[in-house]
């Protein structure tokens, strides 16, 4: 398996920097897989009084929060698959509770959630295991936004940073 380095600042929309900025490391692989294991590390820390704990009025719970980061690592692999594959495909930037919007989250406990996270991890890494260059750079010149599978996979990686940072400062306080 060859190393995936780290995206061009040019390969994704303006906001990514920041979520690429969380990261470390040079290889997408192992910043997955690190983080897969800071993420399960987190969760399994979290008393069960916690798990429906908000910050504030409006705010996930930290079941919620785990739940968004599984969904959205669902869309960022998804849109990764279709550009390495040059599959044009418009999908909208996930707002909010757009894509959040029932979360099933009273029939779920955080150990399902962590067990689901997991395996959306576990496809993650295997999608992107056996991407060429080629396709991790190829992007549509006419998407609005211009991105690359490989400033997905370090998005995937920053986003879930942001959360998990977001989790031990407001939540676990």
């Known amino acids: 398996m060859t190393k995936i380095d780290r995206p061009k600042l040019e390969d994704a929309p303006p906001w990514y920097p920041?979520?690429?900025?969380l990261t470390i490391g040079d290889d997408l692989i192992s910043a997955l897989q690190q983080n897969k294991a800071d993420v399960i590390e987190l969760i399994n820390s979290i008393p069960a009084e916690r798990e429906d704990f908000k910050y504030a009025e409006n705010k996930w719970t930290i079941r919620q929060v785990f739940i968004h980061l599984t969904d959205d690592e669902r869309y960022y692999a998804y849109k990764a698959y279709c550009y390495s594959r040059q599959?044009?495909?418009?999908?909208e930037v996930p707002q909010?509770?757009?894509y959040n919007k029932d979360f099933n989250v009273n029939g779920r406990t955080?150990?399902?959630i962590s067990e689901e996270l997991i395996s959306v991890r576990d496809?993650?890494?295997t999608l992107f295991s056996h991407m060429t260059n080629d396709m991790l750079d190829y992007k549509f010149p006419n998407q609005t936004e211009e991105y690359s599978a490989r400033s997905l996979g370090w998005m995937t990686v920053g986003h879930a940073i942001h959360h998990c940072t977001l989790v031990r400062e407001k939540y676990l306080i």
Not at 18 to 21: A, Q
Not at 87 to 91: A, E, G, H, P
């Open 87 to 91: 599959i044009d495909v418009f999908l």
């Open 123 to 125: 496809a993650t890494i």
């Open 96 to 98: 909010g509770n757009d």
């Open 110 to 112: 955080l150990e399902d």
């Open 18 to 21: 920041y979520f690429f900025n």
